[in-house]
């Protein structure tokens, strides 16, 4: 089937880091179709293949971008933005800029008029009417999908650094009914750990329910997400030297 979703690649000039083969601050758009694969799928961490990730994870209709972090990231941030971090670390500061820097550039692809993405009180970003989108950022890169809220009733990202997390902490994170996943060597309890934060990003801002770790029960053979609400989404995550996951909610149809 055909897919539709957008990988808006940004590369940083002076980083050793890209997500694409364009060379300079060269942007580029991809069209692309979605692989026969499950939620989960497994790369190789090469310049082409982390493009190739992003594409993958993508759902339809979307516009998912990334870039390397910048020392000088923060100064993308407007006044409302850079006032909100105001008693953030640098590196925090940057990671925004870098990540909203991401957002505005797709949602002005889209055809938004965006001069800030001002924070909710509780710490998720405000979008501009008609829109969604999340934003998320691990040490050296940061990212953000977007699509129209007509199309969509939530949509979230996260990126996590491929470092596992420590056995014992497992049974906080991966209920019983998903342990055959772990064992099987389908994934990481990192990346159970990234898909579900990506849930919650996706549903929190929707439908203001606080969630733990096991109120989320990942299908991996549907790819569907269920909280214990009853709330359905819809999840893909891919693992490079990084690893990203997005879940989302379409309004009219599943994916």
């Known amino acids: 089937m055909a897919h539709q979703g957008i990988l808006r690649v940004f590369v940083n000039p002076v980083a050793n880091f890209h997500l694409s083969r364009a060379v300079g601050a060269v942007q580029q758009d991809v ?38 972090i910048a020392p000088d990231d923060h100064l993308a941030l407007s006044l409302g933005e850079s006032a909100a971090l105001a008693g953030a670390v640098a590196s925090v500061r940057n990671a925004s800029g ?26 998720f970003p405000i979008w501009p009417e008609g829109f969604v989108g999340s934003l998320s950022h691990t040490r050296g890169v940061a990212a953000a999908v977007v699509a129209r809220r007509d199309s969509f009733d939530c949509l979230g990202i996260d990126i996590e650094d491929p470092e596992e997390i420590e056995a014992d902490l497992a049974r906080l994170i991966v209920r019983k009914d998903e342990q055959w996943a772990i064992r099987d060597g389908l994934l990481s309890i990192r990346q159970v750990f ?46 490079t030297e990084a690893i990203f996951s997005i879940a989302w909610r379409l309004r009219s149809c599943e994916y």
């Open 31 to 68: 069209r692309y179709r979605r692989p026969p694969s499950a939620g989960l799928i497994m790369i190789d961490a090469t310049q082409a293949q982390l493009e190739y990730a992003l594409q993958s994870i993508c759902p339809p209709s979307a516009y998912v971008g990334a870039r390397h």
């Open 98 to 123: 870098a990540a909203r820097t991401v957002a505005k550039a797709l949602l002005g692809d889209l055809g938004a008029v965006v001069d800030g993405l001002p924070r909710a009180p509780a710490g």
């Open 194 to 239: 990234s898909v579900k934060e990506a849930v919650f990003k996706a549903l929190y801002p929707h439908d203001r329910v606080m969630l733990d770790f096991h109120d989320v029960f990942l299908d991996f053979e549907s790819s569907h997400a269920t909280t214990q609400y009853g709330a359905v989404v819809n999840w893909r995550s891919v693992r």
